[in-house]
């Protein structure tokens, strides 16, 4: 039984990865993942990954921040200790409107930041997940789960066919783990 | 899929499209002529400018789509330049229209009731500042706040400037337009240049002029106010109604079988832009109404009492729940977007928006609050708005039929734009 946990295909250019895509899909052997040092058109949809839900995330985060400050601003200004300011009534509604609007883009851009740095293991203090380091530099990787019921020897052959320049079988998942 | 497109492909304006055109203009004149007949004079010419205005408003947007576009380099949008570019061509016929319903409205007088309630022979439109001996001292219609800015808001320098704004935007809209057609022959860089530094001109001539355009052709009715944020805030309503009609045109075309390399993609971008600058719409809206209120200063509070009047209040909100809460709920999503029948829909709500987005800037002081609130918007505003789009559709698609081929087909960028995916 070979210790080989992951197959990773490096390639040097993102059309000879994406013709490896192809190949690999041809033969019908799953790919676990790509990993890319920029964004590369057309892939989502090729790989089949579902639409992100970060935007309903940043919604819900809106909400919370808006509904937070709007809550805050009426306690205060209304409740805790109503203030006569130009002759307004305590509750003036337009002028709770800049500071909700504030709190809302803030609760959702850290929010976002936040979830989006909790999915994909990058919050500080955590080891980031990275299957091969070079794939943030110049080398475009498939990564394919070396459980399936190919043989390796042919998922090495379809990489190379398709323009691997190295083909690695890893022990390990992550290499950035100590 | 069709994979290839025949780039060759012209607009034929007949049928349908153009019987229903010369219809709606014919409805709109009926609309006028009823009015004129009828005793409703003031309110006629009130309709006739803001139709005029909105009218000449989406041309300009035509141009001013272009001359972003050019100026940012963009590549997504080159295969649908040629409708805007229709619009811009039809802007000269919208400016004539303009330019003559204002000059008609100063120059021809009827009795009246002036600011004060007092009955006096009055011009139909800007009777606020151009009355007779409004900047005369001594004079039963004297009014020092319009005297002190009658350096500036005199007839004269009023018509001037005007013809200026109008002229230098057509102008530089044709020559916009020339280029493009001129690179269908020529292909090359050579043209796309010439745009490129003709765009520069535009925006910079456009972004000086177009809040000064706004002053004088809308908040010069109601002359003894003034707000810094209103030309801005026209220029949004500007921008938000271009590129609702722009989108709701290129819709229609698609349906009728033409420009079928515009994808779900390019409507996407359009969505976006609508929903983005709907949001911003809100904002120079709420900016100046914000400012107003919290200040509540008399001269300034003016513009916001007459619209708080029980005529015109239901109306002033509805502005925002549409033009603001319509957006926000219908285009937020990027499936809503990409639904051509839920974009087309947000296009007409929109269309219909700053219709009363536009009203509520000029009805309330130009012809003052009618009896109900219902009897605000009646046959005569329809009659003239579908007279006005009848005009619109007649001038912008003979524009479009006139045009060699319904895409820049050697515009340097068209293959990204051919191939745009997001």
Redesign the interface.
């Known amino acids: 039984m070979s210790k080989t946990k992951y197959i990773l295909g490096l390639f040097e250019d993102p059309d000879e990865m994406m013709h490896g895509i192809d190949l690999l899909q041809k033969n019908s052997v799953p790919i676990y993942d790509v990993f890319t040092p920029m964004p590369i058109?057309?892939i989502e949809r090729k790989l089949g990954i579902k639409?992100s839900r970060l935007?309903y995330a940043a919604f819900m985060f809106g909400c919370l921040g808006g509904t937070t400050i709007f809550s805050m601003a009426y306690y205060m200004l209304v409740h805790d200790w109503p203030m006569n300011i130009?002759?307004?009534p305590a509750f003036a509604i337009?002028?709770f409107?800049?500071i909700t609007f504030e709190w809302t883009v803030l609760f959702t851009a850290f929010g976002m930041t936040l979830t989006f740095f909790f999915a994909t293991h990058l919050f500080p203090g955590r080891t980031p997940r990275v299957m091969d380091l070079r794939a943030t530099d110049d080398r475009f990787v498939i990564a394919i789960d070396a459980k399936g019921s190919t043989p390796h020897e042919d998922i090495t052959k379809i990489l190379k066919d398709a323009g691997a320049v190295e083909v690695k079988h890893n022990d390990r998942k992550y290499v950035s783990y100590e | 899929m069709k994979t290839s497109h025949s780039f060759d492909e012209q607009f034929h304006f007949q049928g349908k499209a153009k019987t229903w055109s010369l219809v709606l203009i014919v409805i709109g004149l009926i609309g006028i002529l009823g009015g004129f007949a009828l005793g409703y004079g003031e309110r006629t010419f009130a309709n006739l400018l803001l139709m005029g205005y909105y009218f000449t408003c989406v041309c300009i947007c035509g141009v001013f789509f272009c001359a972003v576009q050019y100026v940012a380099q963009a590549g997504w949008s080159a295969s649908i330049l040629r409708i805007p570019q229709a619009f811009g061509k039809a802007l000269p016929v919208a400016a004539v229209i303009l330019l003559a319903i204002i000059f008609l409205g100063l120059s021809i007088h009827h009795t009246g009731i002036n600011e004060y309630g007092k009955q006096t022979v009055l011009p139909y439109l800007y009777k606020g500042w151009s009355l007779s001996g409004v900047t005369t001292k001594g004079d039963p219609n004297y009014d020092h706040l319009i005297a002190a800015k009658s350096r500036f808001l005199n007839v004269p320098f009023f018509a001037i400037r005007l013809v200026l704004y109008l002229v230098s935007y057509a102008i530089l809209g044709r020559l916009i337009v020339k280029y493009s057609e001129n690179e269908d022959s020529l292909g090359g860089m050579f043209n796309y240049k010439k745009s490129f530094n003709v765009s520069v001109i535009f925006l910079v001539v456009f972004g000086f002029t177009i809040p000064l355009f706004a002053f004088d052709t809308i908040m010069s009715l109601e002359a003894q106010w003034f707000s810094t944020m209103f030309g801005w805030y026209n220029f949004a309503a500007l921008w938000v109604g271009g590129l609702s009609v722009i989108t709701y045109t290129i819709i229609k075309l698609r349906e009728n079988g033409y420009v079928q390399w515009i994808t779900e993609d390019h409507l996407h971008n359009l969505g976006q832009l609508i929903f983005g600058f709907s949001v911003f719409w809100t904002y120079l809206w709420f900016a100046q109404f914000l400012l107003t209120w919290y200040a509540n200063i008399p001269e300034e509070a003016a513009y916001f009492y007459r619209r708080w009047e029980p005529q015109f209040i239901w109306w002033f909100w509805l502005n925002i729940v549409i033009n603001f809460g319509g957006p926000l709920l219908v285009l937020m999503s990027r499936d809503s977007k990409r639904a051509v029948k839920v974009l087309k829909a947000a296009c007409v709500m929109l269309i219909l928006g700053h219709w009363l987005d536009y009203w509520q800037m000029i009805m309330p002081g130009a012809t003052g609050p009618q009896a109900h609130w219902y009897n605000e918007i009646g046959p005569l505003e329809i009659a003239i708005f579908l007279g006005f789009a009848g005009l619109f559709m007649f001038t912008v698609l003979t524009a479009l039929s006139k045009f060699k081929s319904l895409i820049p087909k050697k515009h340097p960028l068209l293959e990204e734009s051919l191939h745009h995916h997001i």
């Open positions: 058109h057309g639409d935007g130009g002759g307004k337009p002028d409107i800049p």
